[in-house]
């Protein structure tokens, strides 16, 4: 590539970046690498300059915003220079704006060596000086051929992805592949097809593991003009079917729980002993005094969960049990958290004591930052738990269950990422006769406490008798060399030359 001088506007932007890497460098002064890349958009209430980074920062009009989980950091992986923009944010409401510049940065002990813009590269000497490169012209040509997809929204579709999105109504799918293959296009796309071919009243909901993800399907249902679709980050889902099953749940989830106690509420295990309660608690109510049913009340309620936790045998059963190979230690910690949960607030407990008395030196909560802070809490990990305990309650004794709100359409997006009570949850909110698309690659599985157990068990798990499976071959994220020399990689083969 050419090298040069820098003209005009790009030294402009080059003093720009300048600047901004000092403030940050102020900001995170201990960082070798403060930001990744940096946006500048213009709103309703003037121009803002945002830097993508790990976590959050602000000086005046600039801030560090983390490039995972901020809404806004969607807009300089969707939108190119001059672009308009519109996100929904909390309430139903949405910003919106125009990007005006967009650049990636390079650092090196915490210097700017490199900046990457649409109108060139520029570099940083050993000398200490710029210079001008032209940008990078197409090295490797794009997957699939000619298709070029702006976005998930107006992609065209291959013939292995129609064949999926055209599927009867009321076939299930499964949509398989790597990461670029499109599954969750596909799946939005399914969505779309069966929206238009059911009633008019279709209950229809996306389900999936992450925020960020649940963000950005929300702008893209936004832009596909998809009416009446909920969008659901999985824990979110679970807490609003809960709350409205079991009555008695307090409104706090835990802060703090220790990632030992998190894994063995997730394990396959912990179904021993949730039958167990089930059984033993079931049988005590059917002798003493059988409990007449309320379109309100479930078959299990909160106190169910100290049976569970807070009885060792159990537990100790469940770690020994686990695929996760959890140590013995967890048990302690399960119980000693258990404990805390069912505990009051050290602001219940010392309201005898004059309020001045009680109060912190930093006027925070009194148990905020401590273990205490998860008194009266629930863990998002309990809402699947307590459906398995009415579910086998009901059985029982003969009843119908407490059921969440049936939906006629699920999509399912990184399944991969649930675990099997979580996967059953989903499963029992799909309506009878209703349709489940369900996209995933074990590949790209993240989280082992999710326990994982291949395709056929999820779909199992999630109650689908019939489905299809698709498994999508054709990668439109990277170049076909790319692609191969990663799965080459992958399946430890010596990668050749081309």
């Not at 995170?28 to 709103?43: F, I, Q, S």
């Not at 813009?117 to 032209?134: H, I, T």
């Not at 489905?467 to 439109?476: A, D, K, M, Q």
């Amino acid at each position: 590539m050419a090298s040069g001088s820098l003209r005009p506007a790009q030294r402009r932007r080059l003093d720009t970046q300048l600047q901004l890497a000092k403030v940050a460098r102020e900001l995170l002064p201990r960082v070798d690498v403060p930001y990744l890349a940096h946006l500048r958009v213009e709103t309703a209430l003037g121009e803002r300059d945002l830097l993508l980074g790990l976590g959050t920062r602000t000086a005046g009009p600039v801030s560090i915003i983390d490039w995972q989980q901020a809404p806004l950091a969607a807009v300089f992986f969707e939108c190119g220079e001059g672009d308009d923009y519109e996100l929904p944010i909390e309430g139903g409401q949405t910003v919106a704006g125009r990007v005006l510049e967009r650049n990636l940065v390079w650092f090196e002990r915490g210097a700017l060596v490199k900046l990457i813009a649409p109108d060139g590269v520029l570099l940083r000497d050993r000398g200490g000086e710029w210079r001008a490169q032209e940008a990078p012209g197409r090295i490797l040509s794009g997957g699939g051929g000619e298709r070029r997809a702006v976005s998930p929204v107006d992609v065209e579709l291959d013939e292995a992805q129609r064949r999926v999105v055209e599927l009867p109504p009321q076939r299930s799918v499964l949509v398989l592949g790597e990461a670029g293959c499109g599954k969750t296009t596909v799946a939005l796309h399914r969505l779309v097809t069966l929206k238009r071919r059911g009633k008019k009243r279709m209950r229809a909901a996306v389900i999936v593991p992450t925020d960020g993800l649940r963000r950005l399907i929300e702008l893209l249902v936004k832009r596909m003009e998809l009416e009446g679709v909920e969008v659901w980050r999985f824990d979110d889902w679970a807490r609003h079917q809960a709350r409205k099953a079991f009555r008695d749940l307090p409104r706090k989830e835990s802060r703090s729980t220790p990632a030992s106690v998190i894994a063995l509420k997730r394990d396959p295990s912990l179904r021993a002993a949730i039958f167990e309660i089930a059984q033993r608690r079931a049988a005590k109510a059917d002798e003493d005094s059988p409990v007449r049913r309320t379109p309100i009340s479930a078959w299990a309620n909160r106190d169910d969960l100290i049976h569970l936790y807070g009885d060792r045998d159990l537990m100790t059963r469940a770690a020994r049990e686990s695929i996760q190979q959890i140590r013995l230690a967890a048990v302690d910690e399960m119980i000693q958290h258990t404990k805390i949960q069912f505990s009051d607030p050290s602001e219940l407990r010392l309201e005898h004591v004059d309020v001045e008395r009680r109060r912190a030196v930093d006027d925070r909560d009194l148990d905020e930052g401590t273990p205490e802070e998860d008194a009266r809490s629930v863990d998002p990990e309990d809402y699947a738990v307590l459906f398995e305990l009415d579910r086998l309650r009901a059985e029982r004794r003969g009843k119908k269950p407490t059921i969440p709100r049936p939906y006629d359409l699920i999509v399912l997006d990184e399944a991969q990422e649930l675990a099997p009570l979580e996967l059953a949850l989903v499963g029992r909110s799909v309506a009878k006769g209703g349709t489940l698309v369900v996209a995933g690659d074990a590949e790209q599985q993240v989280d082992p406490s999710a326990c994982f157990q291949g395709w056929e068990r999820t779909m199992r798990e999630l109650g689908a008798q019939q489905f299809e499976t698709s498994t999508l071959e054709v990668s439109y994220r990277c170049p076909p060399g790319v692609t191969d020399l990663a799965r080459d990689v992958r399946a430890g083969v010596r990668a050749r030359p081309p």
